[in-house]
């Protein structure tokens, strides 16, 4: 922490202390009594304002801030920031708190105050929602301080240019980690979904104990040992499962001030993690015109780490997005059967169109899953009562927009291909949700 030079800031209360010490000298001219008490009370004002000072300013190291972070915010997040204030004056002070926040918020009139007693420790806490990626840089921590006076105030100023990095959500990345780690994903809104079929595969052979499935008991065991012996399986493993997140410009469109391709991004994430934990193979393909980054699925430790770096760093002009590109990395790169969670965005039946030829020819080969996004303001027009004729034409213009959705969906099941439509809000609990679902179907 790096001290500037200490400065005055007169007060409210100093300012109109000197207005009404005018008032009085004003008065001067009609009475000479008047100018006499102005002359008296301007001494009293000159040596209450030393001792302001003195008090304020015998104390070199006064008071003392820090601000309390983690190393980076998570997007889309409220992000707890603290700022830790010591106040090592000998008497109680009257602290006002500004702390410059990084342009991205526009928020221009932060202010704390509160009272701290001597030798105190106090903590300023507040949030902050980043709404996109990036570099966040903070400024100063402003601390003006004043006694019981309270004629001046006198600056410190701390921490100059702190520069926090916004990188995708891992606090819900985290959140459901933690449920997943648990098995309480039903908590946090992932379905219970019964397991369909026999989707696993063989581990081991081992002696019946109570509870074992009938079904499993192998024979020829059985009458080698002499004693009732059982197969043992365990969930299939290690399975390909990438997030193809399409960066184009159907993906630039807003929601709660963040845009639909930081949702797919904070996804992607979530899942990619589940899908780690459950020892499937997390991988990544980021595309628009062109193919922005590949990370093969893999199940090595550093994977989520790979991941998470990349998605940080990932930047579009939200161009057109190249289908017939995606297709063909996909086809020379991806050599595995593999769970391929594409993020994108169709808005009409006719922008699928142009499209389903390459999602049908990644379908033969991959489980394909396309996940686009509900406009939540048609919904709120859908559900609102018409009054007049602009709300009849608002609400047919609605109609007709929910109806192209309800035909992506019928049209890509149509083709064979899985899809999930749904509020960005809720983007990654379906998302989840559809991968147990597959995995529990054994069609990955």
Not at 69 to 78: Q, W
Not at 301 to 329: A, W
């Given at each position: 922490?790096?001290?500037?030079?200490?400065?005055?800031?007169?007060?409210?209360?100093?300012?109109?202390?000197?207005?009404?010490?005018?008032?009085?000298?004003?008065?001067g001219f009609l009475n000479i009594f008047f100018y006499h008490l102005a002359n008296i009370l301007l001494l009293l004002f000159l040596l209450v304002?030393?001792?302001?000072?003195?008090?304020?300013?015998?104390?070199?190291?006064?008071?003392?801030?820090?601000?309390?972070?983690?190393?980076?915010?998570?997007?889309?997040?409220?992000?707890?920031?603290?700022?830790?204030?010591?106040?090592?004056?000998?008497?109680?002070?009257?602290?006002?708190?500004?702390?410059?926040?990084?342009?991205?918020?526009?928020?221009?009139?932060?202010?704390?105050?509160?009272?701290?007693?001597?030798?105190?420790?106090?903590?300023?806490?507040?949030?902050?929602?980043?709404?996109?990626?990036?570099?966040?840089?903070?400024?100063?921590?402003?601390?003006?301080?004043?006694?019981?006076?309270?004629?001046?105030?006198?600056?410190?100023?701390?921490?100059?240019?702190?520069?926090?990095?916004?990188?995708?959500?891992?606090?819900?990345?985290?959140?459901?980690?933690?449920?997943?780690?648990?098995?309480?994903?039903?908590?946090?809104?992932?379905?219970?979904?019964?397991?369909?079929?026999?989707?696993?595969?063989?581990?081991?052979?081992?002696?019946?104990?109570?509870?074992?499935?009938?079904?499993?008991?192998?024979?020829?065991?059985?009458?080698?040992?002499?004693?009732?012996?059982?197969?043992?399986?365990?969930?299939?493993?290690?399975?390909?499962?990438?997030?193809?997140?399409?960066?184009?410009?159907?993906?630039?469109?807003?929601?709660?001030?963040?845009?639909?391709?930081?949702?797919?991004?904070?996804?992607?994430?979530?899942?990619?993690?589940?899908?780690?934990?459950?020892?499937?193979?997390?991988?990544?393909?980021?595309?628009?015109?062109?193919?922005?980054?590949?990370?093969?699925?893999?199940?090595?430790?550093?994977?989520?780490?790979?991941?998470?770096?990349?998605?940080?760093?990932?930047?579009?002009?939200?161009?057109?997005?190249?289908?017939?590109?995606?297709?063909?990395?996909?086809?020379?790169?991806?050599?595995?059967?593999?769970?391929?969670?594409?993020?994108?965005?169709?808005?009409?039946?006719?922008?699928?169109?142009?499209?389903?030829?390459?999602?049908?020819?990644?379908?033969?080969?991959?489980?394909?899953?396309?996940?686009?996004?509900?406009?939540?303001?048609?919904?709120?027009?859908?559900?609102?009562?018409?009054?007049?004729?602009?709300?009849?034409?608002?609400?047919?213009?609605?109609?007709?927009?929910?109806?192209?959705?309800?035909?992506?969906?019928?049209?890509?099941?149509?083709?064979?291909?899985?899809?999930?439509?749904?509020?960005?809000?809720?983007?990654?609990?379906?998302?989840?949700?559809?991968?147990?679902?597959?995995?529990?179907?054994?069609?990955?």
């Amino acid at each position: 922490m790096k001290l500037k030079l200490p400065e005055i800031y007169f007060t409210t209360r100093s300012y109109a202390v000197t207005a009404a010490l005018v008032l009085v000298y004003l008065l001067g001219f009609l009475n000479i009594f008047f100018y006499h008490l102005a002359n008296i009370l301007l001494l009293l004002f000159l040596l209450v304002f030393a001792l302001d000072i003195f008090i304020l300013f015998r104390n070199k190291n006064g008071i003392k801030a820090k601000r309390i972070t983690g190393a980076k915010l998570s997007n889309g997040d409220e992000n707890i920031i603290s700022i830790q204030i010591e106040n090592y004056f000998a008497f109680k002070t009257h602290i006002t708190l500004i702390d410059e926040l990084p342009i991205q918020f526009q928020i221009r009139n932060f202010e704390r105050k509160i009272i701290s007693e001597s030798g105190k420790e106090n903590f300023i806490r507040y949030s902050l929602r980043p709404v996109q990626r990036g570099e966040y840089h903070f400024g100063a921590i402003r601390v003006f301080v004043a006694s019981a006076i309270k004629l001046i105030e006198r600056r410190f100023s701390f921490e100059q240019g702190t520069m926090l990095p916004v990188y995708p959500s891992f606090i819900q990345m985290r959140k459901y980690e933690l449920l997943a780690i648990h098995n309480r994903l039903t908590s946090g809104g992932i379905k219970k979904i019964r397991r369909i079929g026999q989707t696993a595969e063989f581990d081991q052979i081992k002696e019946y104990v109570a509870g074992d499935d009938i079904r499993s008991v192998n024979w020829k065991a059985t009458a080698r040992r002499d004693r009732l012996m059982v197969n043992k399986y365990q969930d299939e493993k290690s399975q390909p499962v990438y997030c193809l997140v399409d960066m184009g410009r159907n993906m630039k469109m807003p929601f709660e001030q963040m845009a639909l391709l930081d949702y797919a991004i904070n996804a992607s994430l979530v899942i990619s993690n589940i899908a780690h934990i459950k020892n499937d193979k997390p991988g990544l393909i980021t595309f628009t015109h062109q193919i922005h980054s590949h990370i093969a699925a893999e199940r090595r430790n550093s994977q989520m780490k790979r991941i998470i770096e990349t998605l940080y760093n990932q930047q579009t002009n939200y161009t057109e997005s190249d289908f017939e590109r995606l297709y063909t990395h996909v086809k020379r790169a991806v050599n595995q059967r593999s769970l391929l969670l594409l993020f994108t965005n169709f808005e009409s039946l006719s922008s699928l169109k142009r499209q389903l030829k390459y999602l049908k020819q990644i379908a033969k080969q991959h489980l394909l899953v396309v996940i686009f996004f509900e406009n939540t303001e048609l919904k709120t027009v859908l559900t609102k009562n018409a009054e007049n004729t602009f709300d009849i034409y608002y609400k047919t213009i609605a109609e007709k927009f929910e109806l192209e959705k309800r035909l992506i969906i019928k049209e890509l099941t149509a083709c064979g291909i899985q899809s999930i439509y749904t509020s960005p809000q809720n983007l990654s609990i379906n998302t989840i949700n559809k991968y147990l679902e597959l995995k529990a179907r054994g069609l990955v």
